[in-house]
C-alpha cells in the first residue's frame, strides 16, 4: 500500500497486489465552521481482490490520514445496493444518518455514513 499523492486537503492511496492495482481510496478534509470534517470521495477495490482485507485496509488509511489532519469526522456517500460496502463501514463505526435519492446511475440512491475520528 502506497500514499500516491498528497496534499495540505487530500489524500489519495493505492493498493497493489503482485504489481497490479488492487484498489484505491481518495480522502478530503477541510475546516467548516472551525472543525475539521473530512470525506471519503471514493473507496474502489477491483473484484478480483475483493473479500481479502484490501478496503478495509484503504479505509483506515484514509481515516489516519483524515486524522493526522485536524479532521474530527469523516463521512461518506454509498451506495445502497453495496452491501458488502454498508458492513464493512458498520464494522468500521459509521453510523447511517441519511439517504439521498438517485445519487448513482441508473436512480440509484446513496446512504450517507458518519465516523467521529477525535
Known amino acids: 500500500m502506497k500514499q500516491l499523492?498528497?496534499?495540505a486537503n487530500a489524500a489519495t492511496w493505492i493498493a497493489?497486489?503482485?504489481?497490479?492495482?488492487?484498489g484505491f481510496a481518495i480522502v478530503q478534509w477541510e475546516r467548516v465552521a472551525g472543525e475539521g470534517i473530512?470525506?471519503?470521495q471514493t473507496i474502489?477495490?477491483?473484484?478480483?481482490?475483493r473479500g481479502r482485507g484490501?478496503?478495509?485496509?484503504?479505509?483506515t488509511r484514509s481515516e489516519e490520514a483524515a486524522r493526522a489532519a485536524g479532521a474530527?469526522?469523516?463521512?461518506?456517500?454509498?451506495?445502497e445496493e453495496n452491501t458488502g460496502a454498508i458492513r464493512m463501514y458498520q464494522r468500521h463505526g459509521y453510523v447511517f444518518e441519511g439517504?439521498?435519492?438517485?445519487?448513482?446511475?441508473h436512480g440509484r440512491g446513496a446512504l450517507i455514513a458518519?465516523?467521529?475520528?477525535?
Open 5 to 7: 499523492v498528497s496534499s
Open 114 to 118: 458518519v465516523k467521529v475520528l477525535s
Open 16 to 22: 497493489e497486489e503482485d504489481g497490479r492495482l488492487a
Open 72 to 79: 474530527a469526522r469523516i463521512w461518506l456517500h454509498v451506495d
Open 99 to 105: 439517504r439521498q435519492e438517485d445519487y448513482y446511475p
Open 38 to 40: 473530512a470525506y471519503l
Open 54 to 59: 484490501v478496503g478495509a485496509e484503504l479505509l
Open 44 to 49: 474502489e477495490v477491483m473484484p478480483e481482490a
